[in-house]
């Protein structure tokens, strides 16, 4: 890589493809690196624990970041950068280049000629980028480690795929970030929570579990969700469920006793109870009072 911008001038006038280059997932304990460059650019993500990067940027200025749980740095890998670990960290590490394009995938010009956010991390001059992931980022990376342990090359079909992927959602990240602030970082944190509850509701949710999730504190997830919702987790878990009885209710002919299971609420008491705090009335009223529309029905018996 060319100069110590993110990535090389070059992706925005011809055609080049990314290609992996190394990876793999290391503990390091009590550990300091030499300074050292590649040709490659590095994405370097925490898995777990805390530990710093040093970087000398230009006219030999030295940056030091620190990465703890769920952040992650990606860098240009001609920067002299060395690692430092106190304690214990355990990390994902990827280096990449670009090659140019065999014409079977768009290349990284074609895809940041549609997508703005992908353009703009490609004209960063930044020689790095600190982010906190949101579950998605990590998801990709453990996905693209997966396909390259499946396949020989960093060239296979389904890991150029992944690692385009990855890198546009890096992009839309970094551009949500500048343009949001941390209060657009918060309402990530909402964001990530309500989509947690939203495929969750049928289970029994417990807020260890969306604050682990989204590698937050419980007690932080909490307060943030209140002062941007106004209302608290399980209200906002509660209420969903309602509004998914109400839909089953009219639209199905489940029995009532069974949509208690679908909609994660541990019995028909406390759902009658729940729903008719909600509604004004017992699940059977509203039944009565919304016959079926006749979209979707699955059950032509009513035991209740």
Sequence with gaps: MNGYG?????????????EV???????????????????????MYVMDGVCSVELLAK????????????EFIILNGSVPHRLLVADTCRMLNIEFRFTRSNGLFP?????????ESLAALFHDTDSFLVLREFHDIHHV?????????ASSTGLEPMAQILLA????RIARLHQENMTEGASGTQGKYVQQCIQYLQQ???????????AESINLHPGYLQRVFKLKTGTSIMAYLNTFRMEKTQMLLRQTEIPIAEIADYVGI??????????????????VEYRKSSPPDGQFVIQKSEDC
Excluded at 26 to 33: G, I
Excluded at 59 to 70: A, M, P
Excluded at 107 to 115: D, F, P, V
Excluded at 274 to 283: C, D, L, N, R, V
Aim: glycine share 2%; proline share 3%; aromatic share 12%.
């Design 6 to 18: 993110l990535f090389p001038e070059l992706l925005m006038v011809k055609d080049y493809q990314p």
């Design 266 to 283: 541990s019995s028909r008491q406390y759902l009658h109870m729940m729903f008719k705090k909600h509604m004004g009335m017992t699940p």
């Design 59 to 70: 006219r030999k200025n030295r940056s030091e970041v620190t990465l703890k749980k769920g």
């Design 107 to 115: 290349s990284m010009k074609q895809l940041a000629e549609q997508e």
């Design 21 to 43: 280059s190394a990876y793999y997932y290391k503990e390091w304990k009590d550990f300091e690196m030499s300074y050292h460059t590649h040709e490659a650019a590095e994405i």
């Design 141 to 149: 990376l453990r996905s693209l480690v997966f396909e390259l342990d």
């Design 200 to 210: 969750n509701y049928d289970r029994n949710v417990q807020i260890k579990d969306i």
């Design 165 to 168: 992927q990855l890198l546009i």
